[in-house]
């Protein structure tokens, strides 16, 4: 009997450690690359045997458990997370103390040709409170922070119009200022001045970017009201940063609850004189882009917020992270994606499918 055991525990370790091959979901999304242009659309051919559809968008490729596209075994038909739960020992004892017996995380291949919507994944407790209340719409209870690495150039909307120096950066001048000093009053005293000081200048820039949009964008103004625009010019050049990010917010959330009546008509008045501009001058990346996204959402309020948004283009190997809650959208170009096991979406703008405002203003 326990030599029967015995044979059998050896046999478990060789499956576990001998690799085992996936079967993984592919998702057609009409904003994918279409045919063998696309990276997602050979890797699903690769992984399945089957031959790529010349005329189909190929948008997203799926490694992990997620119900909505689950992986599963080559041979025996188990999924990968049945599989997990029958051999827990893979995910190691600080995985499984911390998360249980399923993946933690969903691992993406993206490639994208047209415009992703204007989205933001809840944090867990909205998760929550979301899947309760729709479950239709909210398929599970987990956050969703991502991070992007671009396998091509790569082009994203990501988090309100902001300081281009991160945290992280301020971080370490902290550490760097720290290590050279054994005193705890100074050690205080420098974390106490870094962060007033990335208070302070994160509220300048981006009160400054607000300003430069209000005053180069006089649709925005039209439509939001000239006393809610210039709520942001009597505030102090040292204003905090929640102050004028609170103003961005508010300035963002009147644009995506106007009305599609009085969205048509600006975003066409805007499209005139983009159009118009253009023939004498040259418009910005900003400007060029908003022209883009217009043809591809026409009369869509996601074209003016685009405005208050950050413009990154990201090189092959650059990578971007994104926070729960944090508003962004992939705009162009082929990225691996990975994430917490979730697929909540809160869609803002730039889409044809639910809008859900209130959640995206939580």
Not at 44 to 67: K, M, R, V
Not at 76 to 86: C, P, T, V
Not at 130 to 159: I, R, V, W
Request: charged share 25%; hydrophobic share 40%; with cysteine.
């Amino acid at each position: 009997m326990e030599e029967n055991n015995n044979t059998e525990i050896k046999k478990r370790k060789r499956m576990i450690n001998k690799p085992l091959r996936l079967q993984c979901a592919v998702k057609n999304y009409n904003w994918g690359i279409v045919g063998n242009k696309s990276h997602v659309s050979r890797l699903f051919c690769l992984n399945s045997g089957t031959h790529i559809n010349p005329n189909e968008p190929y948008a997203e490729f799926w490694i992990g458990t997620h119900e909505s596209g689950a992986s599963f075994l080559d041979h025996g038909g188990l999924s990968l997370k049945e599989w997990i739960s029958k051999n827990p020992d893979v995910l190691g004892d600080r995985v499984l103390n911390k998360w249980g017996g399923d993946l933690p995380f969903l691992f993406k291949v993206l490639s994208v040709e047209k415009a992703l919507s204007i989205q933001a994944h809840p944090d867990k407790e909205l998760a929550r409170t979301l899947h309760k209340s729709q479950p239709s719409l909210y398929s599970d209870e987990n956050h969703k922070p991502e991070m992007a690495l671009a396998l091509t150039e790569f082009e994203a909307l990501c988090g309100f119009i902001s300081l281009k120096v991160t945290h992280s950066f301020i971080s370490d001048i902290s550490i760097r200022l720290i290590v050279l000093s054994d005193c705890m009053d100074l050690l205080l005293a420098l974390q106490h001045s870094i962060t007033d000081w990335l208070g302070f200048t994160y509220g300048m820039v981006i009160l400054q970017e607000l300003r430069n949009v209000l005053c180069t964008v006089p649709e925005i103004v039209d439509l939001v009201g000239g006393a809610d625009a210039e709520q942001c010019f009597p505030v102090s050049e040292f204003g905090r940063s929640q102050e004028v990010k609170a103003i961005v917010e508010s300035i963002f959330s009147q644009i995506l609850l106007s009305s599609r009546d009085e969205i048509c008509e600006i975003v066409s008045r805007l499209k005139w004189r983009l159009n118009l501009e253009k023939k004498k001058r040259q418009l910005t990346d900003k400007e060029m882009l908003v022209l883009r996204l217009e043809g591809q959402y026409p009369d869509d309020a996601g074209v003016l917020a685009t405005f208050l948004l950050n413009y990154v283009k990201l090189n092959r190997g650059e990578a971007l992270c994104i926070g729960a809650n944090e508003p962004h959208a992939y705009i162009r170009g082929e990225c691996i994606e990975c994430m917490a096991t979730s697929d909540n979406v809160v869609r803002a703008g730039l889409t044809s499918k639910h809008r859900d405002i209130d959640a995206a203003e939580v």
